[in-house]
């Protein structure tokens, strides 16, 4: 049975900094591609960074290029999100997923695992 677990989230500020991690486990995990989406109340789910099997390659979404960086640890089997300077507009569930194919795309559709999310609040 294949799970993804995020933790990390939570309340901060605007302009501190959060680390989300995903922990997988029932998945071979240095074969999948990573990535991680958001959805905002009101919105539809959004990619923000994917990563490619054996780390090479990562992938951001606009809104976070600079801000944040995507990892992995295939001996721990997580992946990490580092996000710095937080902004209001980060605020969303956080969600990592798994895709078997792909070098890390920024489709949902491509993923075939989800995680159940992580809750970030950034107050201004």
């Known amino acids: 049975q294949v799970q993804l677990v995020e933790s990390g989230g939570g309340l901060v500020q605007a302009g501190e900094s959060l680390r989300l991690s995903c922990a997988a486990s029932g998945l071979t995990f240095s074969t999948y591609a990573m990535g991680w989406f958001r959805q905002a109340p009101g919105k539809e789910r959004e990619f923000v960074a994917s990563i490619s099997r054996n780390g090479g390659l990562t992938f951001y979404a606009d809104s976070v290029k600079g801000r944040s960086t995507i990892s992995r640890d295939n001996a721990k089997t997580t992946v990490y999100l580092q996000m710095n300077d937080l902004k209001s507009e980060d605020t969303a569930v956080y969600y990592c997923?798994?895709?078997?194919?792909?070098?890390?795309?920024?489709?949902?559709?491509?993923?075939?695992?989800w995680g159940q999310g992580t809750q970030v609040t950034v107050s201004s």
């Open positions: 997923a798994a895709a078997i194919y792909g070098l890390g795309s920024r489709r949902g559709s491509d993923y075939n695992y």
